[in-house]
């Protein structure tokens, strides 16, 4: 797939199909993410894949956000002490949540390839979430991703012109 059609083409999908996603396209779709650019080469970043019904269905519980019941749940985490050892504290602020975000657009972009459809959730309970998952105190989670199969067609809102958003040389205020 051409790159311009994926990212026109990607829309966030909030309706799945009861469709298992194969454990082999989930690596090729982590393959994709740990791809990403990673500011100071952190990449600190961990994929947690979570496809077990019971386990997605209390994740689901405590992430208002999420919507469409995925067959995947993509929980992106960031390891805390390797982003402040590796690059001080700068990069554990915003270098791991810059590299978590470029490493899900990847992702999310891989996933059409594949024909699944994702969203990328930020509506969730931290603790719960951790305390489902047994995540670590030393990661901080950056983002869920839902995957599956679309349902039906996206809404797809209205952008603006690029004309209209894109400035040179010195900001235009409207």
């Not at 990673?38 to 894949?49: E, G, P, T």
């Not at 992430?63 to 554990?92: Q, R, T």
């Amino acid at each position: 797939m051409e790159i311009l059609k994926a990212i026109e083409q990607r829309h966030s999908i909030r309706s799945f199909q009861e469709k298992k996603v194969p454990k082999e396209v989930l690596i090729k779709l982590a393959d994709a993410a740990q791809r990403a650019p990673s500011a100071s080469n952190l990449q600190a970043w961990k994929f947690l894949f979570v496809t077990e019904d019971a386990l997605r269905e209390k994740v689901d519980f405590f992430s208002p956000g999420l919507s469409g019941k995925p067959p995947v749940i993509l929980v992106i985490c960031s390891d805390m002490e390797k982003a402040l050892k590796k690059g001080g504290e700068n990069s554990k602020i915003y270098g791991c949540m810059m590299d978590a975000s470029m490493a899900a657009e990847n992702l999310m972009l891989a996933a059409l390839e594949y024909g699944l459809g994702t969203c990328a959730i930020k509506s969730y309970n931290d603790t719960a979430i951790r305390n489902i998952l047994n995540i670590p105190e030393e990661y901080r989670i950056e983002a869920l991703i839902s995957i599956g199969y679309p349902k039906g067609e996206p809404r797809c809102p209205a952008r603006p012109k690029a004309e209209d958003i894109a400035f040179f040389n010195t900001f235009e205020k409207e």
